[in-house]
């Protein structure tokens, strides 16, 4: 199965913009998996932010990034990537990449994780 890697996180202050990117490390192709990104806070659940369908063409997000944040991917550079504009402190948590070999788009159907990216906005 493919493995995944993060990189882009940092510290911020609000109103910035950062952009994640997800690449394969080793494993399968990219394009077999539906691709996603979800976060969690310290003491929080693990939080759905995005998914993307296997050729790009359709795209889902949480609530609370909607307008806000961009997935994309490039199965030509095996890579994913969430573009983050109008940060808040809300959005600080560690974010993962994942991947899911079903057909659905949603948080319980990820069973690939990278290792998570940590992303602190400051007010």
């Known amino acids: 199965q493919v493995q995944l890697v993060e990189s882009g996180g940092g510290l911020v202050q609000a109103g910035a913009s950062l952009r994640l990117t997800c690449a394969q490390s080793s494993g399968d192709t990219l394009r077999i998996y539906i691709m996603g990104w979800v976060r969690q806070s310290p003491g929080k659940e693990r939080e759905f932010v995005a998914s993307?369908?296997?050729?790009?063409?359709?795209?889902v997000y949480g609530d609370s990034v909607k307008g806000r944040f961009t997935i994309s991917r490039d199965n030509y550079a095996h890579t994913v990537s969430l573009q983050m504009d109008n940060l808040n402190p809300e959005d600080t948590a560690v974010y993962y990449c994942a991947a899911t070999r079903s057909d659905y788009m949603g948080l319980s159907e990820f069973n690939i994780w990278g290792q998570g990216t940590q992303v602190t906005v400051s007010a």
């Open positions: 993307i369908s296997r050729n790009g063409g359709r795209t």
